[in-house]
């Protein structure tokens, strides 16, 4: 099966400072991702839809400028929450899909924290 | 709106009982509809994905059903285990290959 792996799966740091995750698809190429943000007992809520090679697109309510995505290439993905403050706690999972495909694969989840 | 809702929010069940799982969804245009479940800390695995035409689908111990007339979705599990204790998700693909996501049912399985 495909699988695609986030890293790190959790990091604490001070507020103002950056925090970069990756999303990388380990056994196939993923022309898009899709990164989300789950607080607790909530569901995921979609942030951004990144393409390989192009501009991420943002969700209503989601600061570009805050949450820099980087799709660079088929297999990787980043994400970046620039100038943390404690409400970016939350746990950020991303997802990937093929060229062509509808099914969309989830990688473990990275969990924020910001103190 | 598109929506997806899951009832119940929390179930607890004896380990061996069964139990089901329901989601209602107003999405239309409609593409398919997957269950997923997802432990505490860990990103959603697929447990089922169904077409507008499948009536029911099975994965191990957990059978999903859809009726896409009136817009419901059943998730069934089969002889509970200690290990199906997570939350388990409905998600509703647009026909844009957006995904809408239900707010989940946690399940807790007591031994």
């Known amino acids: 099966g495909a699988v695609v792996s986030q890293h790190p799966s959790r990091v604490i740091c001070k507020s103002g400072t950056s925090v970069k995750i990756e999303c990388r698809s380990l056994d196939f190429q993923a022309t898009t991702m899709f990164w989300y943000r789950q607080f607790p007992k909530q569901s995921l809520m979609l942030m951004a839809t990144s393409n390989e090679g192009s501009k991420a697109t943002y969700e209503q309510g989601v600061e570009k400028d805050k949450f820099l995505i980087n799709h660079a290439s088929l297999t990787l993905s980043t994400l970046t929450v620039t100038s943390a403050h404690p409400e970016d706690s939350s746990f950020y999972i991303c997802s990937a899909r093929k060229q062509g495909a509808t099914e969309a694969f989830f990688g473990q989840g990275t969990r924020l924290t910001v103190v | 709106k598109n929506q997806v809702e899951q009832s119940p929010q929390s179930l607890i069940i004896l380990e061996g009982k069964n139990c089901t799982l329901q989601?209602?969804?107003?999405?239309?245009?409609?593409?398919?509809l997957r269950w997923y479940k997802q432990d505490t800390g860990r990103g959603p695995v697929s447990l089922t994905i169904m077409t507008f035409s499948e009536n029911t689908k099975s994965n191990g111990r957990y059978t999903a059903t859809l009726d896409a007339d009136t817009k419901q979705s059943s998730l069934h599990i089969t002889a509970s285990q200690l290990s199906d204790s997570a939350s388990y998700i409905c998600v509703v693909m647009d026909s844009s290959y957006k995904l809408i996501f239900g707010s989940g049912t946690r399940l807790l399985v007591r031994p």
């Open positions: 989601c209602n969804y107003t999405v239309s245009p409609f593409s398919n």
